[in-house]
């Protein structure tokens, strides 16, 4: 038999409960830290990984945009080049029409 009272004894179960209520309390509160730390380390990769992306998406639209006024000027020195070309061969027919019109055939 035992020499305890009733009392004490739902003392005693009141103090093991406890024990473990706060022994889970303070399991809970390290898994929730451990969780946000957890969560704060993916935020800043996704935020790296987005910005370096932003960074690449930016460069190619650079990239392209270059090159699309490198062929741009390409056109207009091809152009111009033609042009020149023309007005050449048209300035030699003003200029014998001209000699024509001010020195007529005797």
């Keep these: 038999m035992k020499n305890t009272s009733p009392l004490f004894d739902i003392n005693q179960k009141e103090l ?3 024990r473990r209520v706060n022994e889970a309390h303070r399991r809970a509160e390290a898994q929730i830290k ?3 730390q ?3 380390e993916i935020v800043a990769e996704a935020e ?3 910005r370096a992306e932003a960074e690449a998406m930016f460069q190619q639209g650079v990239d392209e945009a270059r090159q699309q ?3 741009i ?3 207009a020195r091809r152009e111009a080049a033609t042009l020149r070309a023309q007005t050449t061969l048209k300035l030699d027919d003003v200029a014998a029409r001209i000699v024509a019109l001010v020195l007529p055939a005797e």
């Design 69 to 71: 006024a490198e062929e």
């Design 48 to 50: 790296a990984a987005g």
């Design 16 to 18: 093991t409960l406890r």
């Design 73 to 75: 000027v390409a056109a």
């Design 34 to 36: 451990a969780a946000r």
């Design 38 to 40: 957890s969560a704060r």
